[in-house]
């Protein structure tokens, strides 16, 4: 393994990042709250969606640069799309709005739970990547998706938790897992229901590469410390994963052994 535990950075689409961390930047109760969450988070790596916040609108303008004055990697997104044409058509706004290939692509396929449409994800994703964007495609965490979304030309994969907004944490580790013993060569983010930083450090254990989230931080009664609780779990649950952790076992098996161990005797 060629990540150490003193200087683990990670690389996406060529950039090289310290913080395995990605927030986003909805739903905070004001833009003070929101950089001052970001800063502690420790992110470099900031989601944005168009649709929310057009920058060049008056109210979208003010927001943009707040934005920009905190200095980190943006990740627009295709959020409320529910076509191929209509995620394209908003990608390319977003590129010539924001100024950056990268596109975080979300096409709705139902809107009870906002899964993602697997057809047309993958669809959209690859007629993105001809016109030169560098996505990073939301998905489900299904494993013929995510090589689908590989094949086509995606370099990072995100599969979901747990529907986006529920705070259910992983709902399929065994999914998650298979699609990361699977496809080892491509950096993996968790995107989507991590509710609590106990489930940050499950997807680290597991082997994924990042978490992107949003509303734990946002919406929690103290979005500051949240955001610390976050950058904290994900650095645990990345030091558990390189470190090793112990197997699970089905009998008990003793610390310390009796078999060959002196008896000690009180004189």
């Not at 494993?143 to 590989?150: A, D, F, G, S, T």
Request: hydrophobic share 40%; aromatic share 8%; proline share 7%.
């Amino acid at each position: 393994m060629s990540a150490t535990l003193s200087s683990d950075t990670w690389t996406l689409y060529g950039q090289t990042f310290n913080s395995r961390f990605l927030i986003g930047s909805a739903l905070y109760p004001s833009p003070e709250v929101m950089k001052s969450a970001i800063t502690a988070s420790g992110s470099e790596i900031i989601t944005v969606s168009l649709r929310r916040q057009a920058p060049e609108q008056g109210g979208g303008n003010a927001f943009w640069e707040q934005l920009r004055s905190l200095n980190k990697a943006l990740l627009p997104n295709t959020a409320g799309c529910h076509s191929v044409k209509e995620a394209v058509t908003l990608a390319q706004m977003s590129r010539e709005i924001f100024e950056t290939d990268w596109l975080k692509l979300e096409v709705v396929g139902d809107d009870y739970n906002l899964q993602p449409d697997p057809i047309a994800t993958v669809e959209a994703a690859e007629k993105l990547i001809k016109l030169g964007f560098k996505v990073f495609p939301y998905c489900t965490d299904d494993l013929v998706i995510c090589q689908r979304l590989r094949d086509v030309g995606c370099e990072v994969l995100m599969p979901w938790g747990s529907p986006i907004g529920t705070g259910r944490g992983l709902m399929n580790p065994y999914n998650l897992q298979a699609i990361r013993e699977r496809i080892p060569e491509l950096p993996l983010i968790v995107d989507a229901g991590i509710g609590k930083p106990s489930h940050a450090v499950q997807a680290m254990e597991l082997g994924y590469d990042g978490i992107l989230l949003n509303t734990a931080v946002a919406q929690a009664n103290e979005p500051v410390m949240m955001a610390e609780a976050f950058r904290d779990a994900l650095s645990a649950g990345r030091k558990a994963y390189l470190a090793g952790a112990m197997p699970e076992r089905q009998t008990a098996a003793p610390s310390t052994p009796t078999l060959g161990m002196p008896f000690w005797h009180q004189q």
